[in-house]
């Protein structure tokens, strides 16, 4: 089992930047790829961001690459998402999840944290 908590989610305006922090405990939390998603009102959860075990590789979804930006401190078991120049449809809940095969699909993540609200005011 992995449990994974979310952080740094909030109010900010377009234009603006978050940190978002996911910390893991539980199973060896550098075996697992690491994953951002995020679901807003109405809609399916998206993939946003990717991270392999030894964070040599990273994804970053269409439309978001540029601004935001994965990374992870195995010596912490905290994975990060940096996101910057935030706009209004960034705004959603964004999901951390681990997952033990490399992959941006959603259903390849078995575990995933509650979320966080991030909200981007126009």
């Known amino acids: 089992q992995v449990q994974l908590v979310e952080s740094g989610g909030g109010l900010v305006q377009a234009g603006g930047s978050l940190r978002l922090s996911c910390a893991a405990s539980g199973r060896t939390f550098s075996m697992y790829t690491m994953g951002w998603f995020r679901q807003a009102p109405g809609k399916e959860r998206e993939f946003v961001a990717r991270?392999?075990?030894?964070?040599?590789?990273?994804s970053i979804a269409n439309g978001m690459s540029g601004r935001f930006t994965i990374s992870r401190d195995n010596g912490k078991n905290t994975v990060y998402l940096q996101m910057n120049s935030l706009k209004p449809e960034d705004t959603a809940v964004y999901y951390c999840?681990?997952?033990?095969?490399?992959?941006?699909?959603?259903?390849?993540?078995?575990?995933w944290g509650r979320g966080t609200q991030v909200t981007v005011s126009s």
């Open positions: 991270i392999s075990w030894s964070g040599s590789s990273t």
């Open positions: 999840a681990a997952s033990s095969r490399d992959s941006y699909l959603r259903t390849a993540y078995e575990y």
